[in-house]
């Protein structure tokens, strides 16, 4: 398989996409907003063990 046929292979599969990868029941505010506060906890939890400061 050269690089060539294989880009080609590639973008067709990319081009067949119809729906974008994009679930019905996932809200992008809801998913953001849920990624947001773990990486608040996981910050939060972080300042808490670093005591040395």
């Given at each position: 398989m050269s690089f060539h046929s294989t880009a080609a292979q590639l973008?067709?599969?990319a081009a067949e996409g119809?729906?974008?990868g994009n679930h019905e029941s996932l809200d992008p505010l809801v998913t953001g907003g849920a990624a947001f506060l773990i990486?608040?906890?996981l910050l939060w939890?972080?300042?808490r063990f670093?005591?040395?400061r």
């Open positions: 973008a067709t599969l119809e729906h974008g990486l608040l906890l939890i972080t300042t670093n005591r040395d």
